[in-house]
């Protein structure tokens, strides 16, 4: 697929998705006192931005952009889930992906179909 998409100037952006525990410190604590020290909240975030590295892939990572920017996760999350977004968290969502959309270039580099001519 990769040279099939390569060869037709077709991009991907990966983007990573939250994940309210490895976000929110009362939350991972609760699930560590659970489950014991047995995960790994970043573990998922290394291995995309790997993959991505090595496939040529961009990747875009919410958590770690939710972090950089000191967003409270409980202000963009579903309050009653721990993985859906609320209204303001699509936004953010939508936002940050059109800007790195634009960042890339890729907007002025987009297919646009053929006019259909009235005849």
């Known amino acids: 697929m990769h040279e099939f998409t390569r060869e037709r100037d077709i991009d ?3 983007v ?3 994940f309210k525990p490895a976000l929110d410190t009362p939350l991972r604590e609760q699930v560590l006192d659970a489950y014991g020290n047995q995960f790994d909240f970043e573990k998922v975030s290394g291995l995309l931005r790997n993959y991505s590295k090595e ?5 875009l990572s919410l958590q770690s952009l939710v972090r950089s920017r000191g967003i409270d996760i409980n202000e963009i999350l579903h309050s009653e889930d721990t993985m859906h977004l609320n209204r303001k968290g699509v936004e953010l969502y939508a936002s940050v992906i059109a800007e790195r959309i634009r960042k890339l270039g890729w907007q002025e580099n987009a297919w646009q ?3 259909v001519s009235k005849e």
């Not at 496939?55 to 990747?59: P, T, V």
């Open 12 to 14: 991907f952006l990966l």
């Open 55 to 59: 496939a040529g892939i961009e990747f």
């Open 113 to 115: 179909p053929a006019s």
């Open 16 to 18: 990573e998705g939250l």
